[in-house]
């Protein structure tokens, strides 16, 4: 059974960058087969996928287009883990953020438990 | 302004059938395959639909969807108290080159 567990602080200030990492039990980051997102929800913006890191015998990224220029999303093969990073946060990034695993046309599953990230000084 | 169009409410009372439609065009829905998750208050969403109509194990059959053109549904028979949560369809956009949500429906029983 796939289960994923994320951490990550839950204030971020302006103009910082947000950080948070998914870690991964009874699947590898590394797997050819599934792909690792991040996806966030807020009451102004619904559920809004933000991008994915993926094995393919060389790892590649998509990035939604609406905050390409401010993500990343990294892998981390020692730790099973991944990771988001998304800088120059403003208020309009306060949202509940949720990794996710996909693959084979399966859809989001599992998710893990989601993480309320509020930007504010 | 969600990319899919849901709508906003759905009701029904114990035993009903409902249905919740999802409306795209030829760049998404038109294209790819559809799916569906439900959101009980507090949890994450949970994959209850994939590929329009098929179900992971653990969902029960009276979940149901269907896709024909650029719009899909999902039906719910024999309605739970249980059943009570926000529904959302989502699907691949090449427009946007990501996925894309629905804005949600939410469903009384």
């Known amino acids: 059974q796939v289960q994923l567990h994320q951490s990550g602080p839950g204030l971020v200030k302006p103009s910082q960058t947000l950080s948070l990492t998914c870690a991964i039990s009874g699947d590898s980051v590394s797997s050819n087969s599934v792909d690792w997102n991040w996806i966030r929800q807020s009451p102004s913006r619904g559920l809004e996928w933000l991008g994915r890191?993926?094995?393919?015998?060389?790892?590649?990224?998509d990035y939604a287009l609406s905050v390409k220029s401010r993500i990343t999303i990294n892998p981390d093969t020692s730790k099973n883990q991944f990771s988001l990073l998304l800088n120059s946060v403003t208020p309009e990034d306060t949202a509940v953020y949720y990794c996710?695993?996909?693959?084979?046309?399966?859809?989001?599953?599992?998710w893990g438990q989601g993480t309320l990230v509020t930007v504010s000084s | 302004q969600s990319v899919l169009t849901q709508p906003p409410s759905a009701s029904g009372t114990p035993g009903q059938r409902v249905t919740i439609s999802c409306s795209g065009n030829s760049s998404n829905t038109g294209r790819y395959n559809v799916f569906w998750y439900q959101q009980l208050p507090g949890t994450a969403p949970k994959l209850l639909i994939y590929r329009n109509n098929q179900r992971p194990s653990g969902v029960p059959d009276r979940f149901s969807g269907s896709k024909s053109g650029t719009s899909a549904s999902l039906t719910i028979s024999g309605l739970r108290s249980e059943d009570e949560a926000d529904y959302y369809c989502a699907a691949w956009d090449d427009s946007l080159s990501g996925v894309v949500f629905g804005g949600g429906t939410k469903l009384t029983v």
């Open positions: 890191t993926y094995y393919r015998s060389k790892w590649y990224d």
């Open positions: 996710a695993r996909s693959g084979s046309d399966k859809g989001f599953d599992p």
